[in-house]
């Protein structure tokens, strides 16, 4: 992204919109931020070509998804690594970001070295995954996995206040 790039009140409304709906069509969007639909097209693939809107999702509710395909099993999983040099810590995250159970990564400190957001069929499904990404892994010094009962909130939009 350009640094010298500047957002404008219509821009971080657009942004605001667009988080909490993706989908509405660009007359929608155009009206609600007081712009011809035209400029509005615009200014959204601008804020794409910048690279502030990394990609447009359809989130999906996992209680309705689990009534026709089962709830599968989420875990928070913290991962301390025994060594930490930087190509160690990019080795672990290549191989965490590449596997499709991982639906989050994250390099955190102090404490454990990653919290990874996993989502699987089943325990077996976890139990290879945990094969896969832990215990193959001679560099892994701890695992420690927190299994959800139940999910509270989920808000995957930036605060641009």
């Not at 989050?104 to 996993?118: I, K, M």
Request: proline content about 5%; glycine content about 4%.
């Amino acid at each position: 992204m350009n640094e010298f790039f500047d957002l404008d009140a219509t821009d971080l409304l657009l942004l605001d919109l667009l988080q909490n709906d993706a989908a509405q069509s660009n007359q929608a969007l155009a009206a609600r931020v007081h712009v011809s639909p035209p400029t509005c097209l615009r200014r959204v693939k601008r804020l794409h070509a910048a690279g502030l809107i990394e990609r447009q999702v359809a989130l999906l509710q996992p209680e309705r998804v689990a009534a026709l395909v089962g709830h599968g099993l989420q875990a928070i999983v913290e991962i301390t690594l025994e060594r930490q040099g930087a190509e160690l810590l990019d080795a672990f995250e290549a191989r965490a970001v590449q596997d499709a159970a991982v639906q989050q990564c994250w390099r955190v400190s102090p404490g454990p070295d990653f919290v990874l957001v996993t989502h699987t069929r089943d325990m077996p499904a976890y139990l290879a995954l945990a094969q896969r990404l832990f215990t193959s892994d001679a560099n892994v010094r701890n695992v420690r996995a927190f299994f959800s009962t139940r999910r509270a909130k989920f808000d995957p939009r930036v605060p641009l206040a």
